[in-house]
């Protein structure tokens, strides 16, 4: 498996789609994303983690409600809208004070993100184009501005289910994609 270092960008299969991914801690990964991906610089990408742990590294502190109802949601299928208020992450957040993380549930992903740390994970297409379902149509798409390709065959999936999560636990979905919600937080 390639590491994916410092501030590579390239084409990395999730549980859902290919994504065009890159440390989320590097400022010129995220921007270099953006571009390639003709991206609305206003909209916030979602943010891969291997464990809620790693909402740390962003400065989320969670109360006992939403910890109880993220054990119900990850690890999946589904990405968790949470606020985030560093100054420090607006590259992130694009001055919007939150940010969508996700814990997948595929061993491999897991492996990659505890050595990589948080990804950004967007889908691999340009804006407005569909997602790339091999990594044929992904070369396509950037062909040599990656640093990486890694091929898992054809990915055909909707992109996660995206929520919201409040202070007492309860979520809005925003997204209707790849997972349902459990029934225990329905």
Known sequence: MK????????????DTLYSLAGPALSKKAVKKIYYLKRRD????????IASTSDLD?????????????????????????LPCQSKKFSY????TGS?????????SLTKIL???????VPSA??????????????????????????DAGRL???????????PDGSVTVLRKGASKLPRKIN
């Open 3 to 14: 590491s994916i270092g410092n501030d590579s960008v390239g084409i990395l299969p999730t």
């Open 156 to 166: 055909c999936s909707k992109p996660s289910t995206l929520v919201s999560l409040q």
């Open 114 to 120: 505890k050595l990589s740390g948080p990804l950004v």
């Open 92 to 95: 992130l957040t694009r001055n």
């Open 125 to 150: 297409n340009p804006e407005g184009k569909k997602p790339a379902e091999t990594i044929a149509e992904a070369k396509k798409y950037f062909g040599n501005k990656l640093n990486f390709y890694i």
């Open 57 to 81: 590294k962003f400065h989320i502190k969670l109360n006992r409600a939403q910890r109880r109802t993220l054990s119900h949601l990850w690890p999946g299928k589904i990405s968790v809208i």
């Open 41 to 48: 610089f206003t909209k916030p990408l979602i943010v891969m």
């Open 99 to 107: 940010l969508a993380f996700r814990i997948p549930k595929k061993k």
